[in-house]
């Protein structure tokens, strides 16, 4: 079946990039998503992207995609301890268009 | 956006028993879905659950487990059925808005710890 991968842990340091990537195996991916979960919360929409597209930009946020060797990444510009956080990476595609969601990776910004 | 709400928002119930899960959207969606993310995991979807039809459950997940009720557009209920600690998760309602299906939003999400 699909499946998403993303490395676990990312730490940076406060006013550096974060770089978050991810890789996925469904050829018939139609969006790819980013979600962001905080301590005890829900996962939060940050972005998504149609999979034609190979970059989409949201004030900090640059999302990459090269569907060739399918792999989505997302850029953080300028990373404070509040974006401290999960960071899902997600699938829409396959029979049924769920999403298919990676393990998140855990990013920790230090001052 | 959608404003989703859950309850209750965590509980810590005993083995045997069973739990309803309440999620509330302040407008009116078709498609609610029902997710588990296991401790330090990612999230898996249990169902669909469309208003007006049965609940179509995923892979490994049975109706007599996990029921599901949707008696209208802005309301769901989750139970999860005689609980076990392989059972203790936190379990996620999320929507597709009708006008935007593109965009799936979440609710905050019931921690649940079965001792």
């Known amino acids: 079946g699909e499946d998403v991968e993303q490395s676990l842990f990312l730490s940076v340091r406060e006013g550096d990039s974060s770089v978050i990537n991810c890789t996925y195996t469904?050829?018939?991916?139609?969006?790819l998503y980013w979600y962001k979960q905080e301590p005890g919360a829900g996962l939060q929409l940050l972005t998504y992207i149609f999979s034609n597209m190979d970059m989409k930009q949201d004030q900090r946020l640059t999302v990459l995609l090269n569907k060739k060797d399918k792999h989505l990444s997302l850029r953080i510009a300028d990373t404070q301890t509040g974006d401290s956080a999960i960071y899902f990476c997600a699938d829409r595609g396959g029979s049924q268009g769920n999403l298919i969601f990676g393990k998140g990776t855990k990013l920790s910004v230090k001052p | 956006s959608a404003v989703i709400s859950q309850k209750p928002s965590r509980d810590i119930c005993q083995r045997g028993t069973s739990l309803t899960i309440q999620c509330q959207v302040d407008s009116q969606v078709t498609m609610m879905f029902w997710y588990r993310q296991q401790p330090g995991q990612s999230l898996t979807l249990i169902a669909t659950?469309?208003?007006?039809?049965?609940?179509?459950?995923e892979s490994g997940f049975v109706i007599d487990k996990f029921p599901i009720s949707r008696p209208n557009l802005t309301f769901s209920t989750l139970t999860v059925s005689n609980m076990s600690p392989e059972d203790s998760s936190i379990y996620l309602c999320s929507v597709e808005r009708d006008e935007n299906p593109r965009e799936q939003y979440f609710g905050p999400g019931t921690r649940l710890t079965v001792t």
């Open positions: 469904d050829s018939s991916s139609t969006y």
């Open positions: 659950a469309n208003q007006g039809s049965e609940a179509t459950y």
